[in-house]
């Protein structure tokens, strides 16, 4: 059983920074490509960025890359995304996610196998 937990959401103006944390546990865990995906209300979710177990396949949407980075920490079983220059149309929940058979990472969403509870993250104007 595989278990993802976020952290690191909150309310932050515009133009402010957060880091989301995603601590996993489970088995085999520190072999999955992991990402994050965020869903506003009356939005479809939105692939956000994604890694894979040894950071060699990195992907993020058009509408995050230059503000926003993934990274992992293979000890800790800790994926993080670093986000900057926060827009309000960022505001959504933010959901952990880990993907059990591709080396390379899916920006589709539904190939996921696992999810975290998520975080809410709200950027004021």
């Known amino acids: 059983q595989v278990e993802l937990v976020e952290s690191g959401g909150g309310l932050v103006q515009t133009g402010g920074s957060l880091r989301l944390s995603c601590a996993a546990s489970g088995r085999y865990v520190s072999r999955y490509t992991m990402a994050w995906v965020r869903q506003a209300p009356g939005k479809e979710r939105e692939f956000v960025a994604g890694?894979?177990?040894?950071?060699?396949?990195?992907r993020y949407a058009d509408s995050v890359k230059g503000r926003f980075t993934i990274s992992r920490d293979g000890a800790k079983n800790t994926v993080y995304l670093k986000m900057y220059s926060l827009k309000p149309e960022d505001t959504a929940g933010y959901y952990c996610?880990?993907?059990?058979?591709?080396?390379?990472?899916?920006?589709?969403?539904?190939?996921?196998?696992?999810w975290g509870q998520g975080i809410q993250v709200t950027v004021s104007s």
């Open positions: 890694i894979n177990y040894i950071g060699s396949s990195i």
């Open positions: 996610a880990a993907e059990t058979s591709s080396l390379a990472v899916t920006i589709t969403s539904d190939m996921y196998d696992y």
